[in-house]
């Protein structure tokens, strides 16, 4: 079993930054951040793999969100910059051993979530 816990979620203005933490009782070779708000159905945000290869769901959250890990702390991070309104939302880690690793995979396929963390970006 692996257990995950998410941190850094806040209140922010329009353009500033929050840095996510998710640690782990482990770190499974596929870790994701997804998002969601109420009413919609999670989203992936970034993933990354053991060795690397981030992935993000678009040119935008590319432009503004970095993905990272360190595997010695069971630690995945989500770096946010000029954050918007509509990256409001709450933020879940999941993670997975096997399998695709990109944003592409669906949530049903992680083995192991977070809690999640609220994030709201005030304009």
């Known amino acids: 079993l692996v257990q995950l816990q998410e941190s850094g979620g806040a209140t922010v203005q329009a353009g500033g930054s929050l840095r996510l933490t998710c640690l782990g009782s482990?770190?499974?070779?596929?870790m994701a951040w997804l998002r969601q708000i109420p009413g919609r159905e999670r989203g992936a945000v970034a993933t990354?793999?053991?060795?690397?290869?981030?992935?993000y769901s678009s040119d935008d959250i590319k432009g503004r969100f970095t993905i990272s890990r360190d595997n010695d702390r069971n630690s995945m991070y989500l770096q946010m910059n000029s954050l918007k309104p509509e990256d409001s939302a709450m933020y879940f880690c999941?993670?997975?051993?096997?399998?695709?690793?990109?944003?592409?995979?669906?949530?049903?396929?992680?083995?192991?979530w977070g809690k999640g963390t609220q994030v709201t970006v005030a304009s």
């Open positions: 482990h770190a499974p070779h596929c």
């Open positions: 999941a993670a997975k051993w096997f399998g695709p690793c990109s944003v592409k995979t669906n949530k049903d396929g992680y083995q192991y």
């Open positions: 990354i793999h053991t060795s690397g290869g981030p992935t």
